[in-house]
């Protein structure tokens, strides 16, 4: 099911607009604003199907996201 969420409301497991599967997610740190939350996006690599690429990403904490969740909640 698609719908829109928050980023600090965003789950493992949830595929962003770009196709990204969403690996983790860190709320509060002292390293970055307490506005922000640190997202961890996978995708996987269309070369070989063993090898992932990651990246981490700041995103404001209520920044609107389209994903797509499962509907197994």
């Known amino acids: ?38 997202v961890a996006l996978i995708k996987p690599n269309l070369m070989d199907a063993e090898q992932v690429i990651l990246r981490r990403l700041l995103w404001g904490k209520y920044t609107e996201i389209n994903v797509e969740r499962s509907n197994a909640e």
């Open 1 to 38: 099911m698609k719908m829109k969420v928050q980023a600090q409301h965003l789950q493992p497991g949830d595929i962003v607009g770009s196709g990204e599967e969403v690996a983790e997610l860190t709320i509060a740190s002292i390293h970055w604003p307490s506005n922000k939350v640190c």
